[in-house]
């Protein structure tokens, strides 16, 4: 199931998966731009769907001298630039009810973030904005209890609604991912999205930096197009090493295509 009703979505072949892709966070003024147009020229040749996605702002981090963002208005700018220079939807994180309707001034999607999936405000106010929603499963939810997630948002009007599984909390620093959540949240007949890059980080590492595991990014994705999974998320970066957030699971951009060519076939395989 491809979407309804994003602004600017390319759909010409609606049984192939779409693609939710970008870095993690603006964290200058070009990258954005250029990885989106790397990502939407290779989406393009293998007619995959392409929503490009960037946090404006990172809220929830370990440490407080992290990095969180360039300044609110100046990265929701520069995503609203992306999207309309390349004709493409966009998609940011929001945490707060004044955030939605801020956000919605730039953003073709919304997304709630996998700790905030129950916040019932929070997931109204989104609502209310008629902009598409993508909800992130939490890592303490089953994939059943995700109705009630979407039930607030359609309480509002909007049936634009998507739901993500980002794995699962396994003891303290790991994450593990029950494929037949992908096809438990598609009963609620909403399409059902895999984050593959999240799905393999390693939590609450002791340096207060979030761990990963990039060489399992293909195995994860392979699974999740096998799964059934309407759509895939992952975070890509010029050069995770020096990424300002999430580098450690990040997949390198310059592996992204390989990677796409190997799911679409998988995909017309099914």
Not at 1 to 14: G, R, T, Y
Not at 100 to 122: E, K
Not at 132 to 151: D, L, Y
Not at 170 to 183: A, E, H, N, R, T
């Amino acid at each position: 199931m491809i979407p309804k009703n994003i602004s600017k979505l390319k759909v010409s072949d609606p049984g192939m998966f779409f693609l939710i892709a970008g870095p993690c966070v603006v964290e200058n003024d070009s990258m954005p731009l250029e990885v989106a147009s790397h990502i939407q020229q290779i989406c393009e040749r293998l007619d995959i769907p392409y929503i490009f996605k960037s946090s404006y702002k990172k809220a929830n981090r370990s440490k407080a001298d992290s990095f969180t963002g360039i300044g609110n208005e100046k990265a929701m700018n520069i995503i609203s630039m992306v999207g309309k220079q390349l004709n493409i939807p966009t998609l940011t994180d929001i945490h707060s009810e004044e955030e939605a309707s801020f956000a919605a001034r730039y953003v073709d999607v919304l997304q709630i973030p996998a700790f905030l999936c129950r916040q019932t405000d929070l997931l109204l106010a989104a609502g209310r904005t008629g902009k598409a929603v993508n909800i992130k499963k939490g890592q303490f939810s089953s994939a059943e209890s995700m109705r009630f997630a979407v039930e607030k948002i359609l309480s509002t009007g909007n049936e634009n609604i998507m739901l993500t599984e980002r794995g699962t909390t396994f003891g303290y620093q790991d994450l593990i991912v029950d494929m037949c959540s992908i096809p438990e949240m598609q009963k609620f007949r909403v399409p059902v999205v895999l984050d593959v890059t999240h799905s393999l980080q390693k939590p609450n590492q002791p340096e207060g930096v979030t761990g990963g595991r990039p060489d399992l990014i293909e195995t994860m994705a392979k699974a999740g197009i096998a799964a059934g999974a309407d759509g895939l998320f992952i975070e890509t970066h010029p050069q995770p090493s020096v990424a300002k957030s999430d580098g450690a699971n990040m997949l390198k951009l310059e592996l992204l295509e390989d990677l796409l060519i190997k799911l679409v076939r998988i995909r017309k395989a099914l």
